[in-house]
């Protein structure tokens, strides 16, 4: 089963930070871009649109991509509901261009939350995501990435499990990791989520791999790109910045592109 096959579960699941995660992007296109009125953004790796919506409904120019057809069709239909473009396209994060997007200019900023860039599972590809962001950012266009960063020792969080009511929904899930190994960098985890309805009880369970990164290994990685440096760090609240040590494990960093 594919999780992301299931885009009304996901979208109840995952709706309860949209509202700071909104805030945190329209702070960062005004910090960061010097930009207080309409923004080109892109995101990545969209999934339903949860965040893209909004931001096209504040006037934004947002584009999003994600390899789930039934993710890009949910997403294009909430956009259409409310009368927006239908913007997200069906496609692969680890290459893309301009002219893919569909797109004449560059983008002042693109954003990646919930760590979805761990689904690079490999360098290659996680370096042609990279370059291909910065081929569509504009000099110093801002790309924010939060990334859950594997820490340093045994003192691993290895489970998250959280629980949503919408309406007569109940959504209970549990996201655990089933197997590391951090020679190779991959660790398998298993999604739960089991909904309950007035009519019905039923589970939903996937099980992928992720990348891992220590923090050393991403600075490497960035290094190579030799595209971004690291403006800022901020916990998954976006609240405070968070300290970059062998044991940080949320972070969203915020990656600005070279002027040349
Ligand atoms: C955790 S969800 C995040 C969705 C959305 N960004 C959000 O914040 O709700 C991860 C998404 O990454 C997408 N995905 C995984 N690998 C991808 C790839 N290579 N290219 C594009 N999308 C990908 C999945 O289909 C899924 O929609």
């Not at 969209?46 to 947002?62: D, E, K, N, V, Y």
């Not at 590391?180 to 398998?188: A, G, P, V, Y």
Request: with cysteine; net charge positive; charged share 20%.
């Amino acid at each position: 089963m594919n999780i992301y096959d299931y885009p009304t579960l996901y979208d109840v699941l995952f709706s309860d930070s949209w509202k700071r995660e909104i805030d945190f992007l329209k702070t960062a296109l005004r910090c960061y871009c010097n930009i207080s009125g309409r923004g080109r953004i892109f995101e990545p790796a969209c999934g339903t649109g949860r965040l893209l919506w909004r931001l096209a409904q504040l006037g934004h120019h947002s584009v999003g991509l994600d390899l789930n057809p039934n993710a890009v069709a949910f997403c294009n239909k909430r956009l259409k509901r409310h009368g927006l473009p239908e913007s997200a396209l069906l496609g692969d994060m680890t290459h893309f261009s301009l002219n893919d997007l569909q797109q004449k200019k560059t983008f002042d900023l693109v954003f990646n939350f919930v760590s979805s860039f761990l689904h690079l599972t490999s360098e290659p590809a996680a370096l042609s995501h990279l370059h291909a962001v910065a081929e569509i950012l504009k000099p110093n266009g801002i790309y924010l990435l939060g990334l859950h960063l594997l820490p340093q020792g045994n003192a691993v969080c290895s489970q998250e499990q959280w629980s949503v009511r919408h309406g007569s929904l109940a959504l209970q899930s549990r996201l655990r990791r089933l197997t590391l190994n951090r020679q190779q960098r991959i660790e398998t985890v298993e999604f739960r989520i089991t909904a309950t309805t007035p009519k019905q009880h039923y589970k939903i369970i996937d099980t992928f791999p992720l990348r891992t990164y220590s923090l050393q290994q991403f600075r490497t990685l960035l290094k190579k790109v030799n595209q971004f440096d690291i403006l800022e760090t901020f916990d998954f609240n976006f609240q405070v910045p968070v300290p970059l040590n062998s044991q940080t494990e949320d972070v969203v960093f915020v990656l600005k592109k070279h002027l040349v």
